[in-house]
């Protein structure tokens, strides 16, 4: 655990330092304290993406859009993560949509059009826990970014020989 932001910047800086500039990182940050633009200054110097997530007790990203810009690199990474403890009081079969979450993702298109305005890239992830049915949410989400075809579903690619982050 970090005391403060100062004394996870001081480990963070010399982590990214080290990592190979031929691949894309990005850091996930869980304290809504830290959301500042100090933190946004020093993971852009580094290309580094700041993680934006949807987690019931983190401030939604439409909120902060003004405060410093959230996106530090040349792509950004979203994680519709919702209330895990929220949801799973409400059910534990992740095979339907619990939770209405149109809104809050009207929002996540507003805001990630303006990105994408801006040839930044989109990558996104969705949890069961956001609105009970990961697979519905990223649907959702295209329909209300308007594409219609359906989603094209590949295998991983994986390359010949796994690299290290520290060879």
């Given at each position: 655990?970090?005391?403060?932001l100062?004394?996870?910047?001081?480990?963070?800086?010399?982590?990214?330092?080290?990592?190979?500039?031929?691949?894309?990182?990005?850091?996930?940050?869980?304290?809504?304290?830290?959301?500042?633009?100090?933190?946004?200054?020093?993971?852009g110097?580094?290309?580094?993406?700041?993680?934006?997530?949807?987690?019931?007790?983190?401030?939604?990203?439409?909120?902060?859009?003004?405060?410093?810009?959230?996106?530090?690199?040349?792509?950004?990474?979203?994680?519709?993560?919702?209330?895990?403890?929220?949801?799973?009081?409400?059910?534990?079969?992740?095979?339907?949509?619990?939770?209405?979450r149109?809104?809050?993702?009207?929002?996540?298109?507003?805001?990630?059009?303006?990105?994408?305005?801006?040839?930044?890239?989109?990558?996104?992830?969705?949890?069961?826990?956001?609105?009970?049915?990961?697979?519905?949410?990223?649907?959702?989400?295209?329909?209300?970014?308007?594409?219609?075809?359906?989603?094209?579903?590949?295998?991983?690619?994986?390359?010949?020989?796994?690299?290290?982050?520290?060879?």
């Open positions: 655990m970090f005391r403060s100062d004394n996870f910047l001081g480990r963070l800086v010399p982590f990214v330092k080290r990592l190979p500039k031929e691949h894309k990182f990005a850091v996930e940050i869980r304290n809504k304290e830290w959301l500042v633009p100090k933190l946004a200054d020093v993971l110097e580094y290309s580094v993406a700041l993680t934006l997530i949807d987690q019931g007790w983190m401030p939604r990203r439409w909120e902060m859009k003004d405060k410093f810009d959230l996106i530090t690199s040349d792509f950004t990474y979203i994680r519709w993560l919702g209330d895990r403890k929220g949801i799973e009081e409400k059910t534990r079969t992740w095979d339907k949509v619990i939770v209405d149109q809104g809050d993702l009207s929002e996540w298109v507003s805001l990630l059009k303006k990105v994408h305005d801006r040839q930044i890239m989109i990558l996104a992830f969705a949890n069961n826990h956001y609105a009970g049915h990961g697979p519905s949410t990223v649907e959702l989400f295209r329909r209300l970014w308007g594409i219609d075809a359906p989603l094209a579903v590949h295998g991983p690619q994986r390359p010949a020989q796994q690299s290290s982050l520290f060879d």
